[in-house]
């Protein structure tokens, strides 16, 4: 350790107490934290990339400073979609620390890197208070039937109003209006389920029939319309 001319001529002054960091929440105990390893839990961070027209949700679940588990979820760009392929093998087993530091290739994914080591450093997560944490796996529950990441996709106009195109639910096949032109419901089908369906031997005709629901009152609709027609 090298000092300057100044400090070598100071004296002493003996430090008084040390009482650590403050401890934090981490799976259903109280932590304080001084290295990586000291952090656990499961939480989410959000990103953006620099010209902001794409963003990240990025979950972790993190064991003792190592990162556990990842769920890359995207919206923006089409190479965004790559981006999160790649992330997803870079982050699993590489500390914290590491991760924080690694090009995860996006500038969205990066964001919420460095938004979600700030979370679980300051012990604000989702397991915080869960005896044990959340098992590996427990950031596919954030994801709906088929494990298809929850969208909700809207468009509207001044001039023409709301489209509804896309629910946690599903792809909105139709909107239904009432007298004034109101949306009071719409129809849906589970894109995730269908899928799921076909995957595992069903007609598509069939599973396509089988998924399809509504919300609200769509069956007292006075009019109902195709979000993406009309």
């Known amino acids: 350790m090298n000092y300057t001319h100044e400090v070598k001529q100071m004296c002493t002054v003996k430090k008084g107490p040390d009482h650590g960091p403050a401890p934090i929440p981490e799976e259903g105990k109280w932590v304080k934290s001084k290295q990586i390893s000291d952090i656990s839990g499961l939480s989410h ?14 979950t972790l679940n993190v064991k003792e400073g190592i990162i556990e588990e990842a769920l890359v979820e995207t919206i923006g760009c089409s190479g965004m979609t790559h ?65 298809r990441s929850q969208v909700g996709t ?33 129809k ?16 598509p005709k069939e599973a ?4 399809i629901g509504t919300y609200g009152q769509f069956d007292e609709a006075v009019k109902v319309i195709d979000p993406r027609e009309e």
């Open 208 to 211: 396509y029939k089988n998924n």
């Open 83 to 147: 981006s999160a392929a790649m992330a997803a093998e870079i982050l699993q087993g590489k500390t914290l620390l590491e991760a924080l530091n690694t090009d995860l290739v996006c500038d969205a994914i990066n964001v919420a890197m460095r938004e979600i080591f700030k979370q679980l450093a300051y012990g604000r997560t989702q397991s915080a208070f869960s005896e044990n944490g959340l098992p590996i796996g427990s950031s596919l529950e954030d994801l709906g039937k088929g494990l």
């Open 45 to 58: 961070g959000i990103g953006w990339c620099a010209p902001q027209q794409g963003a990240c949700k990025l």
């Open 188 to 203: 849906f089908v589970r894109l995730g389920k269908m899928l799921e369906d076909i995957r595992r031997g069903s007609d």
């Open 154 to 186: 809207m468009f509207g106009t001044r001039a023409k109003g709301v489209r509804y195109l896309e629910m946690a639910e599903g792809y909105v096949l139709k909107i239904g209006l009432d007298e004034n032109d109101e949306v009071v419901g719409y």
